[in-house]
């Protein structure tokens, strides 16, 4: 049996950048086209007629995703990326646009109902602000949370960590405090090694920098460095009896090693009063 589906398996990205261009030529910075992406930049306070335009003209019917980017070297360091779905064709493009931490970015919750959690979720993380959203409040982070997360400035440990106490039988909040600072990592090769002393290293000297310091290091180049060659195959052949003599083996016999016997202990004198010695105590008296 044969499926028939308005949507095909792949959309070619072929003619789509000229076309929608063309449509939103008059909002339009740049269209380009990377990794099989094709992706608007637009300007900032017409995002909402150039996604309404791609809905209603170009069959983008869904709006899959807001996420934003930071560029801190930028003077617009926000990016917000919107993200569209054409369910009748099968294929996706991009919309961007940029934004500073003070100026809002036009909210687009008069297109689609759920671009006000996704507007939150940027908000929360990132702090750009979404004029005309009328519930734009923190969804991530805690209650009382200081800062936004994934601002490249935003410090890795945060501002306010929080604990169970067990005194306050309740979880409290407190200003973050370390213990230590955060160690930093320089991901070098370990083969290869660092290019500076660790502590504690600086005792071995020039041993943690490299190869230790040999002026002739001992090579076996030829075969008389290794103990090979014809002097040492014709011993082989002639048996035990051609070793040379630092290695003949001594005929040294147990009674040539052994210790000297160790002498007699003396004899004590008897102990005073009724007392007496352990060897004659045990024996059993006459008689029994």
Known sequence: MTVLHSAPRYSSNDGVLDTVSESISVWLDRADEHHGEIVFTVKRGDIENVLRTLRDDHAYQQLMEIAGVDYPDRPERFEIVYMLLSLTRNHRV?????????????????LWPNAGWLEREVFDLYGVVFDGNQDLRRILTDYGFEGHPFRKDFPMTGYIELRYSEEEKRVVYEPVELAQEMRTFDFLSPWEGADYVLPGDEKAGDLVKGAPPIDDPKVTEKPADTGAGPNAEERAEKGTDA?????????????????????????????????????SATRPEEGE
């Open 243 to 279: 070793v040379p003599p630092d290695m003949i083996e001594l005929d040294i016999t147990d009674d040539d090693i052994a210790p000297d016997p160790t002498e007699n202990r003396p004899d004590r004198e008897a102990p005073e009063g009724d007392v007496r010695r352990t060897k």
């Open 94 to 110: 991009m919309v961007k646009c940029s934004t500073d931490e003070a100026t809002p970015v036009p909210t687009v919750t008069t």
